[in-house]
């Protein structure tokens, strides 16, 4: 469950990519909308400049100066590759011929990052001399292709005039790039209703999906519009943004309708009650927790209901029994975790049975709240319940862990209430290094 939570995080900070803060980043951030396809399911923005200025680093827009300590963390990053540390060592020392003001991912067609050069024909020299092998001398560089106009560097990296695109998934359409290089007005991203999301000020990450394009990319495609559905009303967009403040990454992310409003959430909601995690009394390095109210499990097993008719009795009739807040205490070093769960009280057993099932799981009673062990092994670590509990109020639904997504790092994960709309909230302490290394 860690893994997964781990995964879904980093999933989190990934998208949480996005524009600038000066002007004149800005204004590159502008340019490159100007490049990607109305149609783009999502845009995700990095403004480098603004990244940099908030840890403390200095750019020309050509070079880099790091300060002290991130150059004593690239140094001692066990976390970055020797040959991305040399790559960043090189971008700083304005070596690649990269613009350092704004990158931005999309997906259209194919999936790209892009970005301005200030020297394409050192990009190119540079691109094609790291595809060497450094372990194997007789290596050489990857072959540069022209193609009207455009340069080839290997199979996913394309030069065009002063732009670079790296194909991320599969081999970069040339002729695909050339076109969006001359989209009009309305042909660009540029263009669209969510465009001025991707460029909010004082924001080293903004990103913006399309739900509905996004999903027809996915093999689950139906499923997922049908869970979309069943939780919001007219939900068209997710989109975020991130800063950095004091070493901390803090983003916010929102749920928007087809009016750029928020979607208004169609499902009850309770928010987590504190003193049901602090009845954990235990410390772990991972502690999860949601308000699972009597009107939202009846909905849920009504949903399975429908879905799977008279087969869904057995899973349906114990979750109508849950009422109150669920939490769990987990821990990665003894892989233990204990869970708390607030029932009805009117019929704990179906709901004790289905939970029992599981293998190696046991579980007590202690009036109304059932507490759930998988195993013997008790969680330890180096959160306790009482710190969880204070940092997981006010949230719906949320998650508490140190050590993630790296060492040293504390990261609270919340979906909070707001209005009739919800709203994610994530603060990485010390998450400028997971940043960093997520970049490089």
């Keep these: 469950m860690r893994k997964i939570a781990s995964q879904l995080l980093l999933v989190a900070i990934m998208l949480v990519a996005a524009a600038g803060c000066s002007k004149k980043s800005n204004n590159d951030s502008e340019s490159l909308l100007s490049t990607i396809p109305a149609d783009a399911s999502s845009v995700v923005m990095i403004d480098l400049?603004?990244?940099?200025?908030?840890?403390?680093c200095k750019t020309d827009g050509n070079t880099i100066?790091?300060?002290?300590?991130?150059?004593k963390k690239i140094d001692e990053s066990k976390g970055l590759s020797e040959r991305n540390k040399r790559i960043f060592n090189d971008v700083c020392k304005g070596e690649t011929g990269i613009s350092i003001t704004s990158v931005a991912f999309f997906s259209a067609a194919r999936s790209y990052v892009t970005g301005l050069l200030n020297d394409p024909d050192k990009f190119v020299a540079y691109a094609a001399g790291m595809r060497k092998n450094p372990n194997d001398?007789?290596?050489?560089?990857?072959e540069v292709t022209e193609e009207n106009g455009a340069r080839v560097i290997g199979r996913n990296t394309v030069v065009i005039g002063n732009q670079f695109w790296l194909c991320t998934e599969g081999s970069a359409d040339t002729e695909?790039?050339?076109?969006?290089?001359?989209?009009?007005?309305?042909?660009?991203?540029?263009?669209?209703?969510?465009?001025?999301?991707?460029?909010?000020?004082?924001k080293v990450v903004t990103y913006v999906a399309d739900v509905k394009r996004s999903f027809n990319r996915m093999p689950e495609s139906q499923q997922m519009r049908m869970a979309a559905s069943l939780m919001f009303d007219d939900i068209s967009y997710i989109a975020g943004s991130a800063s950095i403040e004091k070493k901390s990454l803090l983003s916010v992310s929102h749920v928007l309708n087809s009016k750029m409003e928020p979607a208004k959430l169609l499902l009850p909601t309770e928010k987590i009650d504190p003193a049901v995690v602090k009845s954990l009394d235990m410390s772990g390095d991972l502690f999860i927790a949601a308000g699972l109210s009597k009107k939202l499990t009846e909905k849920i097993a009504d949903a399975l209901a429908?879905?799977?008719?008279?087969?869904?009795g057995p899973i349906a009739t114990p979750l109508r029994q849950i009422d109150g807040t669920a939490a769990a205490c987990i821990s990665q070093k003894s892989n233990a975790m204990t869970a708390r769960i607030e029932t009805t009280g009117k019929d704990f057993a179906s709901l004790s049975n289905l939970l029992q099932m599981l293998p190696g799981v046991s579980v007590t009673r202690d009036g109304d709240v059932l507490t759930v062990t998988p195993g013997n092994a008790v969680p330890e670590g180096t959160l306790n319940s009482t710190e969880a509990a204070d940092r997981l109020k006010g949230a719906w639904i949320g998650l508490v862990a140190s050590d993630m997504p790296s060492k040293g790092m504390n990261t609270t994960a919340l979906l909070m209430p707001e209005g009739k709309s919800l709203t994610l909230k994530i603060e990485i302490e010390g998450g400028t290094e997971a940043l960093l290394e997520v970049l490089l």
């Design 306 to 312: 429908g879905v799977l008719g008279a087969n869904a």
């Design 176 to 202: 695909q790039l050339k076109y969006y290089q001359n989209l009009n007005d309305k042909q660009s991203y540029a263009s669209s209703e969510t465009a001025g999301l991707l460029l909010s000020k004082g």
């Design 137 to 142: 001398s007789t290596s050489t560089a990857a």
């Design 65 to 71: 100066t790091l300060s002290d300590e991130m150059r």
């Design 49 to 56: 400049e603004q990244t940099l200025t908030s840890l403390g």
